[in-house]
């Protein structure tokens, strides 16, 4: 088993959608997905544009009402095997909660970024000398980290981000999820490659 943790603000929009999407998408290797915030509300519940959202994509409606939202703290940072943030704000926040734990911290579309830019066959080849899954992803986690700084970064670092919709129109809502789905759907694809 190996474990996914998704970060954002508020926990109430993003990293829960993060969160359910790649348990959605990875459910057959059964992995460990979890959320939390920088500045997490105490136990909220997802905001209803979010759970929306995520119904629409495929994710059981039990799923989005059972989601309460919690404060990052840095033993949520301990054991997952790849830390994936919705902005280099909330990967700042991760490095400085736990400095070690940088080189598995990713901004989700980041992550997307560098791993097209890595080999499959590199990917690959750093996974199936790992003795189990959590071992796995956080070899291809360590190779996709590697790309930074060897990938061309995008013309606008914001590119990296998943932008906030908290508080705003039902159209940031959707900008933000055609940000998020296509990144998280692309780590799935990678780490399916990898663990395959």
């Known amino acids: 088993m190996f474990e996914i943790l998704a970060v954002c603000t508020g926990n109430i929009c993003r990293s829960p959608l993060a969160e359910q999407l790649l348990r959605l998408r990875l459910s057959d290797l059964r992995p460990r997905v979890a959320s939390a915030g920088t500045r997490g509300l105490p136990a909220a519940q997802m905001t209803p544009e979010a759970a ?26 301990t054991s997952p095997d790849l830390i994936l943030t919705m902005t280099r704000d909330h990967r700042r926040a991760v490095a400085e909660l736990a400095p070690s734990r940088l080189r598995s911290t990713f901004t989700v579309r980041e992550f997307a970024r560098l791993a097209q830019a890595a080999p499959a066959d590199e990917l690959r080849a750093a996974a199936s ?12 986690a360590a190779v996709v980290a590697s790309y930074r700084g060897l990938s061309p970064a995008p013309d606008d670092a914001a590119d990296d981000d998943v932008i906030d919709p908290f508080g705003q129109p039902w159209s940031t809502y959707l900008t933000s999820a055609q940000q998020l789905t296509p990144a998280v759907d692309s780590i799935a694809r990678t780490l399916r490659s990898a663990l395959g």
Do not use: K
């Open 52 to 77: 929306h959202i995520a119904v629409a994509l495929g994710v059981p409606s039990s799923e989005t009402l059972a989601h309460r939202s919690r404060w990052l703290t840095e033993q949520h940072l």
């Open 129 to 140: 000398t790992a003795p189990d899954d959590s071992a796995r992803v956080r070899a291809v």
